[in-house]
């Protein structure tokens, strides 16, 4: 496995040339998510339950097949192929059926982890879930139960590694912050197709294909 900043600087050269592209998928899926957001707040002004119910619903149904298309074209851009708003779309037409409901079930897993160890067990799972969206679309034949448990496997004794890459983007994130969210556009997908690269090198290492 490399260094951190050698999965950084390789992110940042899979991005050479693609960075608008990618910040405008980013734009498209945030201002999808807000344009939502702000419908569900309208439906459901006079009832709290109705409006947490919705933004679940909306979020299993679109936005989470929608972000992990994303990350799937971002994997794509990192094995060569720069089309990232088509390989979005395929990625979002081919895997849906599959992308929902293993998003469900991982939904599902995370919250009655996350009551039973205070959410200790939620933020442990979660990395090791983060490997699912990129084994969907190499795996299709994956039920959503085995790419969970192909996740979880891949990234045993890894979680560690992962998380601490992520928090070498501390300082990105403080910037998004800082700039009310429109930092995002670009740094969302310098991670995405960082940790796009990190599951290549997982993957070799630790997936036998036969």
Do not use: C
């Amino acid at each position: 496995m490399k260094t951190y900043s050698d999965y950084r600087a390789a992110a940042r050269e899979s991005l050479n040339g693609n960075w608008k592209t990618s910040a405008i998928v980013m734009l498209l899926i945030m201002g999808i998510t807000i344009l939502l957001s702000t419908v569900v707040a309208l439906l459901s002004l006079d009832s709290e339950w109705l409006g947490n119910s919705l933004n679940v619903i909306v979020s299993i149904l679109l936005i989470a097949p929608l972000q992990w298309a994303f990350a799937n074209a971002l994997l794509q851009l990192v094995r060569g192929d720069n089309n990232i708003t088509d390989n979005t779309k395929q990625s979002f037409k081919t895997n849906y059926r599959t992308f929902v409901p293993t998003y469900l079930l991982m939904m599902i897993i995370l919250v009655g982890i996350g009551i039973v160890t205070l959410l200790i067990g939620t933020f442990i799972l979660a990395y090791a879930y983060r490997m699912v969206p990129y084994l969907i679309q190499d795996y299709p034949e994956l039920s959503p139960r085995e790419a969970l448990k192909l996740s979880r496997e891949m990234m045993r004794g890894h979680k560690w590694n992962l998380f601490v890459l992520d928090l070498t983007f501390i300082g990105w994130i403080l910037l998004t912050i800082l700039t009310l969210g429109i930092g995002g556009l670009w740094v969302s997908p310098y991670m995405q197709t960082t940790v796009a690269h990190y599951y290549e090198d997982l993957k070799q290492a630790t997936i036998v294909e036969e």
